[in-house]
């Protein structure tokens, strides 16, 4: 989840955006966990602008975002997997594009994030994952995106 923190809260542009919405200079991590970047482009009689949600961890609050029913004049043109170290086995956060998860039925946390240069990465120890049956969730493909490969 993000943290908001009211000296990083920007009121000049809040005013100008106005119908709820908050603008923010900063925000913070509550855990370092995944989270994720979604790219979309809203159509309306103006053209064709580019939106942006970051969507933090768990994968279903993802799921539930890209199942929305939503209008013809929203297209979701990309989703990356913001990780941690702990994760992507590296000593950085890396920022790619999502190609496939997959869960544990018996255990929602346990998660498998394929992503688009044939990197996969698990929140639970490889132990662990060897162990467990995952079943593939759900498969993402955008036109930036070479066709998935099975693994």
Request: aromatic residues 12%; glycine residues 4%.
């Amino acid at each position: 989840m993000f943290v908001t923190d009211d000296s990083a809260h920007h009121p000049f542009a809040t005013r100008l955006f106005g119908d709820g919405r908050n603008i923010w200079r900063a925000v913070s991590l509550a855990t370092h966990n995944e989270w994720f970047y979604v790219s979309f482009d809203v159509k309306t009689p103006e053209g064709v602008f580019g939106e942006t949600f970051l969507i933090s961890k768990p994968a279903d609050d993802l799921l539930s975002f890209v199942d929305q029913p939503r209008e013809d004049a929203i297209t979701i043109t990309d989703i990356q997997l913001v990780s941690p170290p702990h994760v992507n086995g590296s000593d950085q956060w890396r920022m790619e594009s999502l190609v496939r998860i997959w869960r544990n039925p018996e255990d929602a946390w346990s998660i498998i994030y394929d992503v688009a240069n044939g990197n996969r990465y698990c929140t639970v120890t490889q132990k662990e994952a060897d162990k467990a049956e995952f079943e593939l969730c759900r498969e993402f493909a955008f036109a930036h995106q070479p066709e998935p490969t099975q693994t």
